[in-house]
Structure formats: C-alpha cells, structure tokens
C-alpha cells in the first residue's frame, strides 16, 4: 500500500469538516509518524512511481491537497502561492478567450487579467458583482468566468448558486475564489462551480508564515491539466511550507468560529461608533447582499471593511494608533491586521478611508478597546 493510498484509506467518510481538518493528511500505516513531516527531496530511487519532485510530488504536498480536496469536494492541487493557482487556471484558456472578471476582487488576479489582455491573450469584461444578470449572460460567452464571493475587500456577496447553476458555454471554466469564505462556510464545487481557489496562505496556513496555494477542480480530468502546467512552469509549493500549512489547518475550524463570532461582534459596534461612516461586514442585516449571504454561507467570515471619517489622513492615524492590532497586509491569520487598501498600488480606486481589518484570535472585549482608542486618537490627530 502506498503513503497516499494509506492515508486515503483512513477517515473519508468523516461526517464533519470540523472533524476532517483534523484527521485528514496522515499516514495511518502501523509505525508511521502521526503527522506527515517534511519531505526535502526532489528525486527518488527509481522504480516504485516517483521520479522527480516536480513532476510526482511529495508525500507532503499530497497531504495538503488531501485535505484541502477534501473540504472543497474535488481533487486538488497544491501550489507554490494562490497567485500560482490562479495563473495554472488562466494557463488553462486559448488565445483570443473572453474572461469575466468582477469590478471587485482580489489585486493580484485582476492585474493578472490586465496583463494578459495587454499582451493580446484574452479580453476581460468586469462586471459588478451583484449584477447577476450579466453574470448569467457572461455564462453563455466567456471562456473563464471568475467570482470572488465575498468579494475583496467590499466584502460584497455573489448569487454564486445561481451563476454556477447557469448553462455556460461548451469548455469553459467557472472559478471561484474562496479564501475568504474558506471551504468551511462555503463549497462552490457543490454548487456546480468548476474549481475553487484558496490561498492557502491566509485562513488555511493561519499563522502569518508561509505563502502557499491550493486549486481545488470538481472533475480529475480538470485537476489533471492544472498538474501539468505547475510542472511545465515550476510552481510547486515548498516543502516547509506544505508541512505548515497542514499543521496550521488543523486548527482551522476553531480559528475561524472564534474570529468571526468576534468579527461580528466589531462590526456591530463599528456600526454604531461616532467616528465610523461605512461598515462593510455580510452577516449585518445592513449590508447590501445579506440576504445572498445568509442563504449561501455557514457563516459570515472574519474580515471587515469600514471608512474612517475624515478621510485618508484620518484612516492612517487610526492604523498608527492601533496597539495590539497589527498594521500589516493579508488576512486570515491568528493575530489581527489591519490596512488603508487605497494606499496599495492598483487599489487607489477604492474609497481612500476604507481600512480592511482581518479578525484574529485575541479577546474581542482587547480588540474593541484597541480600535475604540485608536478611532478616538484619530480624531484628536486630525483636527
């Protein structure tokens, strides 16, 4: 019995996820260690199904796609970065393909649109978010139509039953980026998308130490094909940090229901704070697509978005004035951050006051009093 196959053979058929990412990923053969450890090889003895690293992989790597694949329902694919994933998928389309692309998403894979549509590969349409009824008309035209739900950082929700649901033209890809739901409050893949992206980076890894990424495809035939191109280009995630990724995902259930019982919490008092003019959070009865995100997600995630008042300057003084919440980017991690998005070159469109905080694991009451005394700090500041 092979390493994969011993480890295929264990839990299944677990009936929770909360259950599976804790169990899924392991040797279960008699004598092996009871976590996977790092595997620094890039070639083996020949003869037994591995050659080289890059074209078979490890035993480390097909632990995190075991898991990984497990919560999103498919058969996934490890990578060296989530931006890695999403280029495998775009290396999926012809010359001359249409990509539908919302108005709001993730920096990286809208300049990665916009680089290949300046080179002549591909012509991109944006589209709102929340406008369905382009989504469904981009189903019946595009070659990759890409959602983002809950979008970033607007943190606006997606009818992504609906637009998977819809007939699309023969051969086409339907993505959707899942990090910050996590395969926890939300599986596109049993909603009919194609594949599922994770940042394996963010909530998954969860500790600020590692850059990894997993594409998760429905058919095996799809997985296939983005197995090849990470072998023709080389981007395969790294042994430390497969190994990581792993150990961080195994507290994965229990991060997130602590961070966004405590998002929530924020929001609704960001809500009602004086120095606080917007509050961009999906499990707010206020938000704009509430209702799509109380019918398709688990639950509400851990990140916010909210302006400041006062504008840029304002918005920078409350980040400086923060003392235990961490003026740094990304998301998803135990500890929490915060960032002015419109400072981040190809974000400047955004609202210039619009700060995304991701919630980590701290004491809510702690991280109330940081932004209570921040926001207040920021107001002495600018007037």
Same mark, same amino acid.
């Given at each position: 019995m092979t390493l994969k196959n011993a480890r295929e053979d264990g839990l299944r058929h677990t009936a929770s996820i909360e259950s599976w990412v804790v169990s899924a990923g392991r040797d279960r053969r008699p004598g092996s260690p009871l976590n996977v450890p790092p595997w620094p090889a890039s070639n083996f003895v020949l003869g037994d199904g591995r050659a080289y690293s890059r074209d078979d992989g490890t035993p480390g790597w097909?632990?995190?796609e075991e898991l990984v694949g497990g919560l999103e329902g498919g058969t996934a694919v490890a990578f060296a970065s989530g931006m890695a994933g999403i280029a495998a998928i775009f290396d999926q389309l012809p010359t001359g393909a249409i990509v539908a692309l919302p108005d709001d998403c993730y920096q990286g894979a809208a300049g990665l649109a916009s680089a290949g549509e300046r080179r002549g590969r591909w012509s991109v349409q944006r589209i709102a978010v929340t406008d369905t009824a382009r989504w469904l008309e981009a189903c019946a035209t595009a070659d990759l139509i890409w959602l983002e739900s809950p979008s970033n950082p607007l943190l606006t929700v997606a009818d992504v039953d609906v637009i998977c649901a819809a007939p699309r033209k023969p051969g086409a890809i339907l993505a959707v980026d899942n990090t910050f739901a996590t395969p926890l409050n939300q599986r596109p893949l049993a909603l009919g998308a194609d594949v599922?992206?994770?940042s394996v980076t963010k909530f998954i890894g969860g500790h600020s130490d590692l850059l990894a990424g997993v594409v998760?495809? !429905? #058919?095996?035939?799809? +997985?296939?094909?983005?197995?090849?191109? !990470? #072998?023709?280009?080389? +981007?395969?995630?790294g042994t430390l940090e497969a190994f990581?990724?792993?150990?961080?995902a195994r507290t994965l259930a229990l991060r997130l229901e602590r961070a966004q019982h405590s998002a929530m919490t924020l929001a609704e008092r960001l809500a009602g704070h004086?120095?606080?003019s917007v509050v961009r959070y999906p499990g707010l009865p206020s938000h704009p697509t509430y209702d799509a995100a109380r019918r398709q997600l688990r639950g509400f995630g851990s990140v916010i978005s909210f302006d400041a008042r006062g504008g840029a300057a304002s918005a920078d003084a409350v980040c400086t004035g923060l003392r235990l919440i961490q003026h740094a980017t990304s998301l998803g991690a135990v500890e929490s951050t915060i960032e002015r998005r419109a400072s981040v070159p190809g974000q400047e469109h955004l609202p210039p006051s619009l700060l995304r905080l991701s919630v980590g694991i701290e004491a809510v009451g702690d991280l109330w009093a940081d932004l209570d005394q921040a926001l207040l700090t920021m107001l002495?500041?600018?007037?």
């Open positions: 097909e632990a995190l599922a992206v994770q998760t495809a !429905r #058919e095996a035939s799809v +997985a296939a094909q983005l197995r090849m191109s !990470r #072998e023709l280009t080389g +981007a395969t995630p990581l990724a792993v150990r961080g004086p120095h606080v002495e500041a600018t007037t």
